[in-house]
């Protein structure tokens, strides 16, 4: 038992000092001590302009989802409706072809047809 108080007490000395397994600095000075509360405090400006940096980016972030989740919302709106058959207005045009040439038609020699009557109407 002797032997494992005294393994107990050397572990205590070499701990001595130590937090969380790293060293405690103990400033020995007024100089030292400022010097410190100056980085520390240059440290939290700095985590006060990131956080506010950081902030902004996630009330823009959450700005973009709600737009995001309205569009989502509605499309899936529009979808759900049903939609109106749709009928053409008017019938597609036919372009005409220019590979049959049109016949020419002439009227002076009617006669020539038979049973035609050129007075009746």
Known sequence: MARATTVLAKARKRNV??????TKILPT?????RARIEKLERAN????IK??????LAED????LESLQTQI?????????????????????????????????????DSAIDGF????S
């Open 61 to 64: 972030a959450a700005e973009r």
């Open 73 to 109: 919302e509605s499309t899936a709106a529009k979808l759900a409706r049903p939609s109106p058959v749709t009928t053409p207005t008017e019938p597609a045009r036919k372009r005409p072809s220019a590979k049959v040439p049109k016949a020419v038609v002439n009227h002076e020699d």
């Open 51 to 56: 956080n506010k940096e950081f902030r902004r």
């Open 45 to 48: 400006a700095n985590l006060r």
């Open 117 to 120: 009557d050129s007075t009746a």
């Open 29 to 33: 000075s007024k100089e030292e001590l």
């Open 17 to 22: 000092g130590r937090i969380g397994g790293a």
